[in-house]
């Protein structure tokens, strides 16, 4: 399973890379999972573990930890936003 | 009649408060909110986004405003880039037939925009640039709805 993924604002600017395309290792099936996998990469990736309030988007769309996420996804971590 | 912009360029909120009042002869009444850069110690604010999630996430809430109020046109803008204090950051007008939909649903959208839409602002302040952290009373403001 590949998907791709985003980082944006403050951890983009924490993380190595603002976007990379990723194959997945069979059992990473949900966000809550795929930011697990992609924070224990090394020192570098630890943001995505460490930091406490970030939201993910699938597709363009918010959504919850516990989604699934399918080949070919467009998926997206983020802080909360502050626009407005 | 259901407008969402994202852009550099500054808008003109009289035109687009003039647009929304005479979109439709049904129209009673016109509700706008603009957000601006207060000045202070903020010397300048970027905004960034994330382009395609941005225009569908406002056109979402544009959808729910529609679903939950007597609605006649809508325009939402909003710019990202680099701002300076006093500048225009947002734009939300509605129009309806009567006073209590616009009002409610121009709030709704102003304050479910701020908590769900993919903007961020850095602000700078003397010397230095800093994320904005999001506000727990903006999320209560949001839960309202």
């Known amino acids: ?84 | 009649m259901w407008t969402v912009r994202v852009q550099v360029e500054d808008f003109d909120a009289g035109a687009e408060g003039e647009r929304l009042q005479r979109v439709s002869p049904e129209v009673g009444a016109v509700v706008s909110f603009v957000g601006t850069v207060r000045g202070g110690e903020v010397r300048a604010m970027t905004l960034e986004h994330y382009p395609g999630m941005t225009e569908k996430s406002l056109e979402a809430l544009v959808e729910e405003a529609r679903r939950r109020w007597f609605l006649t046109a809508v325009t939402v803008i909003h710019r990202v880039g680099r701002l300076m204090p006093g500048e225009r950051i947002v734009f939300v007008g509605v129009a309806s037939r009567h006073r209590a939909d616009a009002f409610a649903a121009c709030e709704f959208l102003i304050d479910r925009l701020k908590t769900e839409a993919p903007f961020w602002k850095k602000e700078e302040t003397e010397g230095v640039a800093r994320w904005v952290e999001a506000r727990e009373s903006d999320e209560k403001r949001a839960r309202r709805w």
């Open chain 1, 1 to 84: 399973m590949a998907v791709r993924v985003l980082y944006f604002a403050a951890l983009r600017d924490a993380l190595p890379l603002a976007e990379e395309a990723v194959a997945l290792p069979a059992g990473v099936e949900t966000m809550a999972a795929l930011r697990a996998w992609l924070g224990a990469r090394g020192e570098a990736w630890a943001p995505l573990v460490t930091w406490k309030t970030l939201r993910c988007a699938r597709n363009q769309t918010l959504c919850a930890w516990d989604e699934p996420v399918q080949d070919g996804d467009e998926v997206a971590f983020f802080p909360p936003v502050t626009g407005g």
